[in-house]
Structures are given as C-alpha cells and as structure tokens.
C-alpha cells in the first residue's frame, strides 16, 4: 500500500476568493466615475450649486471640486450626438452650450452675476 497525498485545494480556493473580491469591487464601482463617463464640466466657485440640465432633463447640482479646489465639478455618461446643456443659478446669468459628443467632451463654466 502506497501512500497517495491529497491534492491541495489551495490554488481553486484563492482563486474562487479573487473572483469574489473582484466581483464586489466591480459592483461597487458601478455609477461611480470614470466608469464610461465621457462628460466632464468644471466651473468657477460661484458655479457651485447651480442647477445643471442637460436636452432639458435636471441632471443635479454642480458640487465643489476635489482636493479642496476652489471651483466646481460633474461628471456623466452622454450618447453620442449633440446635446444642450443649461446651467443655471439665482442671481447669475443663465449658461448655455450645445456640445456635440463624438468621444469625450470637456467644458468649463464661468457663471457671471446678473447686472442690477
């Protein structure tokens, strides 16, 4: 009678494991950005707040940068073709740009106060 060692199950194990791992961190990232965003807008300060629409559909407010910037962000995925953006705040001039997507498009906003 020979001695037979079982076969280890370690490799399916971590395998299984990184599999699960990657799965959660896939579904984690979903809606988040950079996954297919192909819109981004940045905005002086008096931006922030502002009310964004875009083909006449509110998509949100412009939220402060990252890293403690001083002006404005948003980012989201757009079909291609063209679409106009509105952005718009109280007290400031209403923003209009019609953008054409092709690949990725990028905007800035400089929103100037109403005159008196």
Do not use: C
Request: no cysteine; charged share 20%; aromatic share 8%.
């Amino acid at each position: 009678m020979t001695f037979q060692p079982e076969e280890s199950k370690a490799t399916t194990l971590w395998l299984a494991i990184l599999a699960a791992v990657l799965s959660v961190l896939f579904v984690m990232t979903m809606g988040t950005s950079g996954g297919g965003d192909n819109f981004f807008l940045d905005s002086d300060s008096d931006a922030i707040g502002a009310e964004l629409m875009i083909d006449g559909k509110s998509l949100g407010i412009i939220k402060g940068g990252r890293a403690g910037l001083g002006g404005g962000s948003f980012w989201a995925h757009l079909t291609a073709g063209p679409h106009n953006i509105h952005i718009s705040k109280k007290g400031y001039d209403d923003f209009d740009q019609k953008v054409v997507m092709k690949g990725e498009e990028y905007i800035h906003v400089d929103l100037k106060k109403k005159s008196e």
